[in-house]
């Protein structure tokens, strides 16, 4: 029976291979899957098309409209998830690391949408810091902005998460408006297939902004250009040999690497067998071993433990080790599936071998294992493995065995497990467990130049936490050194990843114009009709409206201090606030100055003003004395209109001034305002 070759979408169709490509097998029973090949295609023009196909459809977009297309591509897959689970079961994945692997996925495109709505603007550009004044009068200005490259990110993804492992790169690059080219590794890619027939089905996403390429990258690399992104996830290797490409070096092609990593875990000297964190301990490593049978980038490989704790850690991990059920994932009671490959079994039996020698295996035979429904000769099955090694040796911080296997490394101090953490010249991520804040304190200043992450577990924080494998989309995934020295997701900074930062320099209305947010010294215009009259539609960046004067008087301040209890003595003693080198004199409380500012700008009537829901970036300039007469300027700073709601956010520019000019207070005010079809 021939099985079919998996299929790549390009330049707009679905192509298959012009030869019979390799064959891929089920992990599990070894039967041939499909098999894979890109021969045939042409990549320099499945990267031109991404650039001008998806990417100028993507760049029309704003950050908020592809935020609401990822939403939708999510919500999309959730309801196809089982179709993912149950390919992904020939991949050797139990029910849960399917689980992990599918809703991780998802979840990565669900976190960025809802971040994206949060912190970028529903606009096409994104506003990178404050004004910076280049001189003197005000009138040339500094600012930096972010936009789109006009290229492609060619993402290169590692076997072991075929679904979680392209969506983490694919989701940043889209909010950002860049297309991907995404490139599975073959061992797996027939589940990856399997997402993007999903995705492309959905008819969600713009033509060109998601093209697949199953087999080979040929030649593409050749036609890369400075506008292009390459994100690559594998073997240190295989990332120094992309990394040093011919045309990425000269071209300075944007490289991002996620490579080996000998991620550790160290158990604190306060967590003693009995101990909560002692359990936690034993439970993680454990899960970290066996979860997807080890093959994850941010597993435990090296487990630091107290020298007088080895014997009981041994114990108690080899206790739970013996209760994991290996076998067919279809089976029920099965805690750990097969690894990906019958080459990767071979590949970590090596591995394993070199580890031996700096060590003792206390669990396990790397060349027998019992499993249930399955012959573990055909699938690609092998035991947990745990060793007790050497820490002053080599193999320990160099040799990845890439599967269900962890090395016990004895320390005797703080200092020590410092030192042993920097031999393995870079990781993802390590974990202390410990309820010692000192120890932990000591330990991740000490580790972190190591480390793109760093967990503290301790009884306080595990009911929340996420555990040391998990890798959050708010957060930096990748590490330094030999874990690659790149970043994947990492919020919006892995947006801005795939956008180049320019110095704008410019009058202020110029800059105002470029940024759509009004800035100081940009034309205002006062209006004859109250800003606050206005629905969202009708406002227009630098509306303006004056408020006051108002005189400010003793009287005022005592009622507001009887008032709200803030009797501070520099607004209520005068001995004292003469000997205050910063006012001299009773002052008025900044409190005080805002609100009677709030007097003098609000329009008290119902309109399209919904609610004032927060002020930012408040700072008290000057003392307001008795006596003192404030004035408001309130000019539209911004406006982000909510595509999926009735109102929008205006941000308002606040500068209150007392009569010789000079500002006593600067605030940003944030306000909900109706559009007109509300008919607010």
């Not at 060619?154 to 408006?177: D, R």
């Not at 279809?330 to 490959?341: E, K, P, T, Y």
């Not at 991520?429 to 301790?458: C, M």
Request: glycine share 10%; aromatic share 8%; proline share 5%.
């Amino acid at each position: 029976m021939n099985t079919p070759t998996l299929r790549s979408h390009v330049l707009g169709d679905w192509h298959t291979a012009t030869d019979e490509g390799r064959p891929l097998f089920d992990a599990v029973t070894g039967e041939e899957v499909a098999r894979i090949s890109s021969a045939g295609l042409d990549f320099g023009a499945t990267l031109d098309y991404g650039r001008t196909r998806g990417g100028s459809a993507l760049r029309e977009l704003t950050f908020h409209q592809r935020a609401a297309l990822l939403k939708a591509l999510g919500g999309h897959l959730r309801e196809h998830r089982e179709q993912l689970y149950e390919v992904s079961a020939r991949t050797g994945s139990t029910l849960g690391d399917s689980k992990f692997d599918v809703d991780g996925g998802i979840g990565v495109l669900l976190a960025y949408a809802s971040k994206a709505k949060r912190e970028l603007p529903n606009d096409t550009v994104y506003v990178d810091g404050g004004v910076e004044p280049l001189g003197r009068g005000g009138t040339f200005l500094g600012q930096h902005v972010c936009t789109p490259l006009h290229g492609v990110a060619v993402q290169v993804n590692a076997f072991n998460f075929p679904v979680w492992g392209p969506m983490e790169k694919f989701a940043p690059a889209f909010l950002a408006g860049v297309p991907s080219v995404v490139k599975p590794a073959s061992p797996t890619a027939f589940l990856t297939a399997t997402l993007v027939e999903l995705i492309i089905s959905s008819g969600l996403l713009p033509e060109g902004a998601l093209q697949f390429v199953a087999g080979g990258v040929g030649d593409m690399f050749d036609y890369l250009t400075g506008q292009d992104l390459v994100s690559f996830t594998g073997s240190a290797s295989t990332a120094a040999t992309l990394r040093t490409h011919p045309v990425i070096v000269r071209n300075a092609v944007r490289f991002s690497a996620e490579a080996d990593s000998l991620n550790l875990s160290a158990l604190g000297p306060d967590a003693t067998p009995g101990t909560d964190e002692f359990e936690l301990f034993v439970k993680a490593l454990v899960a970290e071993m066996t979860v997807k049978a080890g093959q994850k980038c941010t597993a435990i490989r090296r487990a630091f433990v107290p020298e007088q704790h080895v014997d009981a850690v041994v114990e108690a991990v080899s206790a739970r080790l013996a209760k994991t059920v290996v076998g067919n994932p279809a089976s029920a009671g099965v805690r750990m599936g097969a690894l990906a490959s019958l080459e990767q079994r071979e590949e970590v039996r090596r591995s394993v071998k070199a580890l031996a020698d700096a060590g003792r295996i206390v669990f396990g035979d790397p060349d027998k294992v019992d499993v249930i429904d399955a012959d573990s000769d055909r699938g690609a099955f092998i035991s947990p493995l745990l060793l007790v090694g050497d820490p002053q040796r080599a193999e320990p911080h160099e040799v990845e065995a890439f599967g269900p296997v962890s090395m016990i490394l004895p320390y005797s101090s703080a200092a020590q497990l410092i030192d042993y953490a920097a031999r393995g010249q870079g990781s993802l991520v390590g974990s202390i467990v410990s309820a010692d804040t000192a120890f932990a304190r000591q330990v991740v200043l000490g580790v972190a130049p190591w480390h793109g992450r760093l967990l503290v577990l301790n009884a306080r924080d595990a009911k929340e936490s996420t555990g040391h494998g998990s890798p959050m989309p708010q957060l930096v995934h990748g590490g330094p050194g030999r874990a690659g020295g790149g970043e994947e997701m990492g919020g919006i900074r892995g947006v801005l990843h795939h956008m180049q930062r320019t110095a704008i320099q410019g009058d202020p209305d110029t800059i105002t114009a470029i940024t759509s947010r009004w800035v100081a010294g940009a034309q205002r215009t006062v209006t004859d009709v109250h800003p606050f009259r206005k629905h969202l539609e009708e406002l227009r960046i630098g509306d303006t409206i004056v408020g006051g004067p108002r005189t400010v008087t003793q009287q005022d301040v005592e009622h507001f201090a009887e008032f709200t209890g803030d009797t501070f003595y520099a607004h209520m003693d005068a001995e004292a606030a003469a000997r205050n080198p910063f006012f001299g004199e009773r002052v008025a409380h900044g409190y005080l100055v805002i609100a009677f500012a709030a007097g003098l700008f609000v329009d008290p009537a119902p309109g399209p003003v919904l609610a004032n829901f927060g002020v930012d970036n408040l700072r008290f300039l000057a003392p307001t004395k008795f006596g003192d007469a404030l004035t408001v300027t309130l000019t539209c700073k911004q406006i982000t209109p909510r595509d999926s709601a009735d109102y929008g956010e205006v941000r308002w520019d606040a500068d209150v001034t007392r009569q010789d000019g000079e500002a006593v207070a600067r605030y940003d005010v944030l306000t909900l305002v109706a559009k007109q079809e509300n008919g607010a």
